[in-house]
Nanobody
Framework: QVQLVESGGGLVQAGGSLRLSCAAS????????MGWFRQAPGKEREFVAA????????YYADSVKGRFTISRDNAKNTVYLQMNSLEPEDTAVYYC?????????????????WGQGTQVTVSS
């Protein structure tokens, strides 16, 4: 099993920045891909970004490309999501996810483990 704990959410004005963190514990050696998803009220959970733990290869949703950056610190078993130029449309609960496969997936069904989520609210 792998446990994921997110932190760093909060309230920010439009145009501002936040950095989310996701600390992994347990059988982290079994995880090859880490990702971030988000879910706004009344909407489906959607893919935001993902990173391969070994190579550092990344993939982003079009809606956040150029504004968000995913990174990892393998020594700390932690993944980060730096969010800049935030917009009210970015308001959602953000979830960290981990995948045991070696390819980056963009569906929630591709991921095996989930954190509890952290709220991000962007005011206009």
């Amino acid at each position: 099993q792998v446990q994921l704990v997110e932190s760093g959410g909060g309230l920010v004005q439009a145009g501002g920045s936040l950095r989310l963190s996701c600390a992994a514990s347990g059988r982290t050696y079994s995880v090859y891909v880490m990702g971030w998803f988000r879910q706004a009220p009344g909407k489906e959970r959607e893919f935001v970004a993902a990173i391969k733990r070994n190579s550092g290869n990344t993939y982003y949703a079009d809606s956040v490309k150029g504004r968000f950056t995913i990174s990892r610190d393998n020594a700390k078993n932690t993944v980060y999501l730096q969010m800049n130029s935030l917009e009210p449309e970015d308001t959602a609960v953000y979830y960290c996810a981990a995948d045991r496969s070696q390819r980056i997936g963009v569906s929630r069904h591709d991921y095996d483990y989930w954190g509890q989520g952290t709220q991000v609210t962007v005011s206009s």
